[in-house]
């Protein structure tokens, strides 16, 4: 069993940074592939970006590509997302989130995805 605890959202004006940070508890965190998601109000949640285990191979939405940047720390048991020249269609709940999967592939599909934190708000200003 993965527990999972988002930080660092927040309120940021357009252009602006955050970085966020997943926290996991439980064993064999590196044989978890993680990724992180997002909701805007009134949408449904889609995928931001994932990482593998071994934090080798990471891929991520067209609409965040070359603004936002994953990262791991297995030895800390964290995640992280980088958030850079944030826009306001960026305004979300951010989930981390985890599954095993040893693969360089992981699945950026969240519904295959078992761990998941309580989210932690973005607020990007116009």
């Known amino acids: 069993q993965v527990q999972l605890v988002e930080s660092g959202g927040g309120l940021v004006q357009a252009g602006g940074s955050l970085r966020l940070s997943c926290a996991a508890s439980g064993r064999a965190f590196s044989s978890v592939a993680m990724g992180w998601f997002r909701q805007a109000p009134g949408k449904g949640r889609e995928f931001v970006a994932v990482?593998?285990?071994?934090?080798?191979?990471?891929y991520y939405a067209d609409s965040v590509k070359g603004r936002f940047s994953i990262s791991r720390d297995n030895a800390g048991n964290t995640v992280y997302l980088q958030m850079n020249s944030l826009k306001p269609e960026d305004t979300a709940v951010y989930y981390c989130a985890g599954r095993r999967d040893i693969s360089s592939n992981p699945s950026t599909d969240y519904s295959r995805y078992y761990y998941w934190g309580r989210g932690t708000q973005v607020t990007v200003s116009s």
């Open positions: 990482i593998s285990c071994t934090g080798s191979h990471t």
